[in-house]
């Protein structure tokens, strides 16, 4: 079918709805369409323009309806495809998109709104290197582009490349009609290589107010406002991105994990927004019953043989993940599981380690969630565990399709899932009695213990006397990350600096190498009355090596809260440092009293913020108890469950199998019904 044109002058009517879409007049466009398609309801070029005058009016329902009519009228329009992608994109449907990218791209290699579009899809994955190549191809084609631009930068940011993300933004900072792209690249840089966050934020709140749509300016302000410790201000930007942008997976995954280090932010409050999450980003699967019909790849009569089970993750590489997951995969095979591990990340040295442990090793960085989701069911998995949760990286979106009949949430995130198709989530007995166990979304399994295995550093570092015997005064620290560090947390630290004379507070933070930074933080002390000298203030150590020897400087540890520490818990009592925890009424405020009971020293675990405040001045008045706790931990650290990687290897392989069978128990009485 001949192809019609806006262009033809003698299409009065097109070129007319054409300069009206362009002023935004929806009013003269639609009317003008309206005729024109009256005289011809076969004009796909009609169809095309009320497609996109839809778009802009924000109605994605009509708009893919008229831009499918217009494809049913002419195939071979790359455009037409390009902008069912985008329709599909902005729906969230990433997959339905793709496929109608790739069609655009075929019929036009060259398209540059199909690049861009493809880029944003990969974004949208979190596969950061094919969405640098769609963009940088599109830059090709027109090296101002804003959007090719901007997507070179924020892909060069996610994959850590900022040297070249700085070199690339240097070039194009001359270019004054792309101010607002600037403001976010340049507030990247500041941020990631200079450590101006205080600027950053200032840059990005310029660019809301010169374009209130922009969503990565959104994305970034409600980072940096975690970064810093404001977490009601980070979650106020989160929720203003989801409203104005209701399908954005990045932010919905963001304003997840930050509620919980939120101290307002009831149960209640963040369930809501778990059973939200994949009605929103995952509509397609929310309302769905999974039953033996479901699986027809699985054998649910096994005999006592190997459970097949998969773990997915991002995080299998040099982080905190792999201290916890380390030797366990091996372990695992000797347990009659066969370990399936899918890798989202690119390949380090850590990510070769566990190769070595894994013959089962698939890399699903360049799979999309339906891709990924086929693997796993030509694999027959069994059990399929989540290890990232609303984290970077995760790959939800295959756990919403449930490609296996058992899934599990783990180590990832210790809050409810946004994805009811997962159906345990592994704790241990702390968790029990929180608000939390009555209305889960996933079913809690208690592990006998301790809910899971943990790494002591490979480092050989001797523990110091307590730096108290010396200095003849105590020095707190918490080398926790900002993000748990509220203003409820520094109004009780600041109260144990009052109550504890001549006592020091020591953090570390890369943000504290940027003088107008460290001003505004203790700034933040100042107001609870503590002075700048009661407060050490030092940058991140850059090696592990020199950040657990720094524990040596430190007398008592002070865990924050409501989200306690994890990772840094573990490092701190092997290095022998007492902690002062508040157990709290979530999972995520229990994890580092979990430890301490582990370790059998429930002393230090308190239970209201007062008695919190008193343990820490109490322990503060007794130097030589400080020192025994120097003395004896790294002893009962190492003696504890939490290090025998064997025997929780042989604890999970019977929860797994207990999960199976009851999972099985359940669909096969949903079958009788």
């Known amino acids: 079918m001949k192809q019609n044109s806006i262009h033809n002058k003698k299409d009065l009517l097109l070129i007319s709805a054409k300069k009206a879409l362009d002023k935004m007049d929806f009013s003269n466009t639609i009317s003008n369409i309206e005729t024109a398609l009256k005289k011809n309801p076969e004009n796909d070029q009609a169809w095309y323009l009320m497609s996109l005058a839809c778009l802009k009016m924000k109605k994605l329902q009509d708009a893919q309806k008229f831009i499918e009519t217009a494809l049913g009228l002419n195939q071979n329009s790359a455009e037409f495809w390009s902008i069912l992608a985008e329709i599909y994109l902005l729906q969230n449907n ?157 932010a919905f995954d963001n304003l997840m994990m930050n509620l919980n280090y939120i101290p307002s932010v009831t149960y209640k409050e963040l369930l809501h927004h778990a059973n939200e999450y994949q009605k929103v980003i995952y509509p397609e699967y ?42 366990l995969f091996a372990n695992l095979r000797n347990e009659n599981i066969e370990v399936f591990a899918y890798c989202n990340n690119e390949v380090d040295i850590a990510t070769k380690m566990l190769m070595l442990e894994t013959p089962n090793w698939y890399d699903i960085v360049n799979l999309n969630d339906y891709e990924c989701s086929n693997l796993i069911k030509e694999h027959k998995i069994d059990i399929l565990i989540d290890l990232s949760g609303h984290t970077a990286l995760n790959r939800l979106g295959v756990f919403a399709q449930k490609p296996a009949p058992v899934q599990v949430s783990w180590l990832g995130q210790s809050s409810p899932i946004g994805i009811k198709n997962i159906d345990y989530t592994i704790s241990d007995s702390h968790f029990q009695g929180t608000n939390e166990s009555m209305t889960y979304i996933q079913k809690i399994y208690i592990m006998p213990e301790y809910f899971s295995c943990f790494n002591p550093p490979e480092q050989d570092i001797s523990i110091k006397e ?102 840094t818990t573990h490092d701190l009592l092997w290095m022998g440092v007492p902690l002062i925890t508040l157990f ?72 797994l199998q207990n999960m199976w069978n009851e999972v099985i128990n359940e669909y096969a009485r949903e079958d009788v019904d």
């Not at 459970?307 to 299998?316: A, W």
């Not at 109490?618 to 030589?624: C, F, G």
């Open 94 to 250: 990433l997959e339905n998109s793709l496929k109608a990218v790739e069609r655009s791209i075929k019929i036009d290699p060259h398209h540059l709104s199909s690049l861009k579009t493809l880029g944003n899809i990969y974004l949208n994955d979190m596969r950061f290197d094919l969405a640098l190549r769609s963009f940088e191809k599109a830059l090709s084609i027109d090296e101002n582009d804003v959007i090719a631009c901007w997507g070179v930068c924020f892909s060069l940011y996610n994959l850590k490349e900022t040297k070249s993300m700085w070199t690339f933004l240097q070039k194009i900072l001359d270019k004054k009609d792309q101010l607002k792209l600037i403001n976010t690249m340049y507030a990247h840089y500041l941020f990631e290589v200079e450590g101006n966050v205080l600027e950053s934020i200032d840059l990005l709140k310029a660019e809301i107010k010169l374009d209130p749509d922009s969503c990565h300016a959104y994305n970034l302000l409600s980072h940096l406002y975690c970064s810093i410790g404001e977490v009601e201000q980070a979650k106020e930007y989160q929720l203003l991105q989801i409203s104005k942008f209701s399908n954005q997976k990045i």
């Open 584 to 655: 709290g009424n979530k999972m995520s405020a229990r994890s580092s009293a979990s430890v301490l009971s582990v370790m059998k020293q429930n002393e230090l675990i308190s239970y209201t913020e007062e008695e919190y405040i008193a343990k820490a001045v109490n322990l503060a008045q007794d130097y030589n108890r400080i020192n025994n706790y120097k003395k004896k931990f790294r002893e009962l650290y190492l003696s504890s469950s939490f290090c025998d990687i064997k025997a929780f290897a042989k604890q999970l392989s019977k929860a």
């Open 286 to 327: 929310s309302a769905k019953e999974f039953g033996f019909q479901d699986f027809p790849h699985i054998d649910f009569k096994k005999n006592n043989g190997a459970l097949r089970v998969g773990f997915v993750s991002g995080d299998f590489r040099k982080h905190v993940v792999y201290s916890w997951i380390k030797n």
């Open 466 to 567: 307590a730096p108290c015997m010396k200095n003849n005064f105590i020095t707190f620290g918490s080398y926790n990350n900002l993000v748990k560090i509220n203003s409820s947390v520094i109004k009780t630290w600041s109260e144990i600096l009052i109550r504890t004379p001549n006592s020091k507070l020591k953090l570390k933070n890369k943000l504290f190498q940027n003088e107008d930074f460290k001003k505004y933080f203790l700034d933040k002390f100042a107001k609870n009355n503590i002075g700048l000298e009661r407060l050490i203030l030092e940058k991140h150590d850059s090696n592990k090596l020199d950040y657990l020897k720094a524990y040596n400087e430190i007398d008592i540890a002070l865990d924050p809260f409501p989200h306690g520490g994890g990772t």
